[in-house]
């Protein structure tokens, strides 16, 4: 049968809760189609205990009417049939909505049922009311009635849509959040992974290193003259800056076997006086095809000091070092977008070198930087022949649709940033940069940088990172090269297509998937892989990549 409306109890005087009953307080709280409890309960009004003849008799018929037991046990009937009404109603709405294996309906039909068995059952009709009978009769009455509240009680869930949505979104939200503790704690141990440097990369720095101290003669420059090479602005000149021994040797590996004229070519690496022999010694091992590599310290650079860079000056401050040393595990994790700005690899003046190309090389007109996670795939010459048109950086630009624009690198909630810069003016790579050195020198980028960077001191502006000033300090002066030049997104993009990869002059492992790396992606690792030097001796001695 349909019902509609909502299952309701009926309500007892103040004398029926003074006998120790109450009204049954508990009713399904959703809407039930067809008819409500009051004609449900009308339904059920012919519904009476019968008798079977027990009780004790002492008085007529007509002295039923005034004896005081009649409209207690009155009461405790009513109670008892309210209580079979409500567990048989909800016996009907637990059939229709079709429970797992129909337990709530046999479960409210037994509870129905054990109503009509009650004993000693009272008749209403007898002369008299035995009061033994009668409280005996009470007694199974509340017993039943506790039985029906409890598993009303336990069942509600399954009949109220409204706590089954909040127990739903209760679920909802702590799932979700133990997915973003899982998120944060992920990116943190990603993050930690790809800033690690592998055993196998430790070892070969370290037997390189062994190499330099055992034969020092092999590999120091003191007393040679300087190759004219290095300065030759008529050359074509790149600047490596890295502290990876295998990394930077794969860079200059692709960029000289994918040369037409390799002994044109002029590698300057600069890495800091910890990996410096390492880096000679692994410079020094092979020929290759005459192209000339400079190998220097960042330390042989006497002007950068904290006197004049505003990085250092910045790293030498208490501030600073309680941002990167003193924040607990939990704490680091809170921030996933600016996690990475955690990274100490921004402590390096390894990492800022690019802002002061103008003053290392002095006697060059141009120059190519190139990051120590990019691979060459062919001859990069040509980019000496485009026209800058009096721009001083040449770089692959990023953005498409609403993503990576200047908004997303920069605080334009200050009023600074806000003024001077377009929010929705497109960002750019780091990693292969072509700058025209002269006119960096003439639109006078350096003391640019200079005068923001020293403006973030309190990192007000933008987070830490090189990008954020670069995109800064190249804002007008950027000139947009072809995307084939520079494909990236190695590290951590899966999907990008391997044409798009065949026809770039230079692929780009920017993530934390570095392919030194475990964590590397397969389909694109070999890509670096086969400029390694497998065959020297040190790397085959340290298991590099197996």
Not at 111 to 118: P, Q
Request: charge should be positive; charged fraction near 25%.
């Amino acid at each position: 049968m349909a019902v509609s409306g909502s299952f309701r109890t009926s309500r007892t005087s103040l004398s029926d809760r003074n006998n120790g009953f109450s009204a049954p307080a508990t009713r399904p709280p959703v809407a039930v189609s067809g008819f409500t409890f009051k004609l449900f309960a009308s339904a059920l009004s012919g519904f009476r205990f019968s008798s079977n003849g027990v009780g004790t008799f002492r008085r007529s018929v007509l002295a039923l009417k005034s004896d005081p037991l009649k409209p207690r046990f009155d009461q405790i009937r009513k109670q008892a049939d309210d209580h079979r009404s409500l567990a048989l109603a909800y016996a009907a709405y637990a059939r229709k909505l079709k429970l797992e294996n129909s337990k709530l309906v046999r479960v409210f039909a037994d509870l129905s049922r054990n109503y009509t068995d009650l004993v000693p059952k009272p008749n209403s009709d007898a002369e008299s009311i035995d009061e033994f009978a009668l409280r005996k009769f009470e007694k199974e009455v509340k017993e039943r009635i506790k039985v029906t509240r409890q598993a009303i009680a336990e069942a509600k869930e399954s009949f109220d849509n409204q706590l089954k949505i909040q127990k739903l979104k209760d679920t909802i939200f702590s799932v979700n959040e133990q997915l973003n503790k899982a998120k944060k704690q992920g990116a943190f141990s990603s993050l930690i992974a790809a800033k690690s440097i592998p055993k196998s990369l430790h070892c070969v720095a370290m037997r390189l290193m062994e190499e330099r101290i055992a034969h020092p003669e092999k590999y120091s420059d003191e007393g040679k003259p300087r190759p004219v090479e290095f300065d030759d602005p008529k050359l074509y000149h790149y600047a490596i800056f890295s502290d990876n021994v295998v990394a930077a040797s794969v860079v200059v590996n692709s960029a000289v076997k994918n040369a037409k004229e390799p002994w044109k070519h002029v590698f300057h690496v600069v890495t800091d006086k910890m990996n410096l022999g390492a880096m000679q010694v692994m410079f020094r091992m092979k020929e290759y095809n005459g192209a000339h590599i400079e190998i220097k310290a960042v330390e042989d650079y006497e002007f950068l000091n904290s006197s004049y860079v505003p990085v250092l000056k910045q790293l030498e401050s208490a501030n600073l070092q309680r941002f990167y040393f003193e924040n607990k595990l939990e704490n680091a994790t809170k921030d996933t977008t600016n996690m990475k700005f955690r990274n100490p690899k921004y402590l390096s003046i390894l990492n800022h070198l690019r802002f002061y190309l103008p003053e290392m090389y002095p006697t060059l007109h141009r120059i190519l930087f190139l990051d120590d996670d990019i691979i060459v795939q062919k001859d990069l010459t040509g980019l000496w022949k485009i026209d800058m048109d009096g721009k001083v950086n040449g770089a692959v630009e990023t953005c498409f649709g609403s993503f990576h624009r200047y908004s997303q690198y920069m605080n334009f909630s200050h009023p600074l940033i806000k003024e001077k810069f377009n929010p929705k003016a497109c960002a750019w790579a780091y990693g292969m940069n072509f700058f025209d050195l002269d006119a960096w020198r003439r639109e006078k980028c350096t003391e640019e940088y200079h005068y923001w960077q020293n403006l973030n001191e309190n990192r007000t502006l933008w987070k830490l990172g090189t990008l954020p000033p670069g995109l800064i300090t190249f804002y007008s002066t950027t000139k947009p090269l072809d995307k084939s030049w520079h494909v990236l997104g190695l590290g951590y993009n899966p999907s990008i297509s391997m044409e798009e990869i065949r026809n770039a002059a230079v692929v780009h492992f920017n993530g934390n998937m570095k392919p030194w790396l475990d964590i590397a992606m397969n389909q694109f690792r070999p890509l670096w892989t086969k400029y390694v030097d497998y065959d020297m001796e040190f790397v085959q001695a340290c298991n590099f990549g197996h």
